[in-house]
């Protein structure tokens, strides 16, 4: 439970804690609260509750609850409100909270008030068995618990404890329909070209296995730094890699794409894609909306995704190798651009890329933010034992701060988030709590504003780059690092940098933040030479 003090909701706060059942946080911001709430049930694969007071307190949820819903992660939304005759009645901290949320969230319902007969008992738990019935099932995600109260509210009474009863779903033990296999297995031996595109996962073991069994027989993997897959046959570094294929196309296009139902990253893969018209693609998904990503959508498989392809990779028989060829080609071109490019180029966000991929720690779970970090880094090789997180189901810069510092509180390994200073300051009230572990740490790249719009096409070329895109400014975050308790680091070039890596992850009792200062405009200069000299000839 991450409790957000307030007046409505007190008798959730005086009910929760006493019940002896949860563990119970505090955390102020609603926003940060609920983004929190999202980097701990990522983390642990469980669900985690939200509780807040009513009126505008219940829209801070909003963001946290959108990434939840597009990342499919059980958040379980509980707000106070007033009780029905007082809405829309001038009546303080009072809004239409009910279905307020109802463009995110797989589920919600509104709570009887006052007193309770034994019906409204019985519905009451059942809505609630609903509501977790949704959180938890083959599409999870966010579910909007609202409940009403009347004064008084602080009153307190001793009940008797009673377990409400709980709707258990039945499962089927059989995860693979083995007709679709072999429905499946006769369309895939009509193809030769098989690219199957992994974005951002958890690498579980099976989709390891997947993954090795479908490149053995000849299938092109493609993954990418929130993938958390690597193999000496997986194709990483995407956006790197697929400027070898700009100005041939059709060497690229495959015969078969396969996808699953997480967020990819990389924009220049879907144009590829999208201009190239695959003959066919599955899409292993059981959502209720149809997701043509690619817009070449043939098949959309409902079902338990892994073990159903890993019974059909099983089976496959061994591609004729020349779309793999093409595309070891491929890596082994722009490896050796890559590697050229480094050892020349200037102090820049790249440089700083380059730099960290080679020092952080083993063990690490890194969190990328948004714009220009997570791109940054699909760019270079990291160590193997790293875990890569980021916010991609709606991609927004608000909450990196509060979701890598929830990951940090539940999670066995150190937490360092990597993100731009923009994405710092908005979020920095992810740091107005108690629940920072030692081991937590922050590196902000400063490049004084938001360095992505100097290198997309658009912005960069307008005089409004700089007060609007760019939202330039001369800020420091070292007071920020002082007031929430981090020690507090900093770099100008890249001889400092060096210098403070070895001491910045040294265990001093408390988190730490390293604040990096790069050239705005020569950034987006070097990352358009980049790409430019991976093209060359």
Known sequence: MVISPGSRNAPLILSFPASGKFHCLTIVDERSAAYFALGLARKTNTP??????????????????AEA????VPLIAITADRPPELIDQADGQTIRQNNIFNNFIRYQCQLPVGKLSPAEVQLTNRLL???FRHAMGPVSGPVHLNVPFREPLYDTVKTESTVSSRVMPVRNDNPVD???VEELNSEISQYQKILFLVGATRGESLLNEVVALLAEKGVVVVTETLSNLSGEKVFENTDRLLEYFSSNVGAFCPDLLITLDVPV??????????????GAHWHFSNQDIIVDTYQCLTRQIRGDALPTLKAVSEKLKPLPFGYMNFWERARLVTTEKHREFCAQVAWSDFKVFEMLSQSIPDGVEIHLGNSTPVRYAQLFEWKQKHIFEGNRGTSGIDGCVSTAAGAAFAGDRPVTLIVGDLSFLYDSNGLWHRYLPA???????NNGGGGIFRYIPGPSETKELEPFFEAKGDYRCKGIA????????????????????????????????????????????????????????
């Open 129 to 131: 068995n609903e509501a």
């Open 482 to 537: 002082e007031t929430f308790g981090l020690l507090y680091f900093t770099a100008t070039n890249a001889d400092e940098l060096m210098n403070v890596l070895s001491d910045f992850w040294e265990d001093k009792g408390a988190p730490a933040l390293l604040e990096i200062f790069t050239p705005g405009p020569r950034n987006g200069e070097i990352l358009r030479g980049y790409f430019n000299y991976l093209r060359s000839d």
């Open 48 to 65: 985690v509750a939200l509780i807040c007071t009513s009126g505008t307190a219940v829209l801070n949820y909003g963001p946290a609850l």
């Open 69 to 72: 819903y597009y990342q499919q």
């Open 265 to 278: 990253l990389s924009k220049r893969i879907k144009q590829l894609i999208r201009s190239c018209h695959p």
């Open 439 to 445: 081991t937590f740490r922050i590196i902000v790249i």
């Open 178 to 180: 083995y007709s679709l």
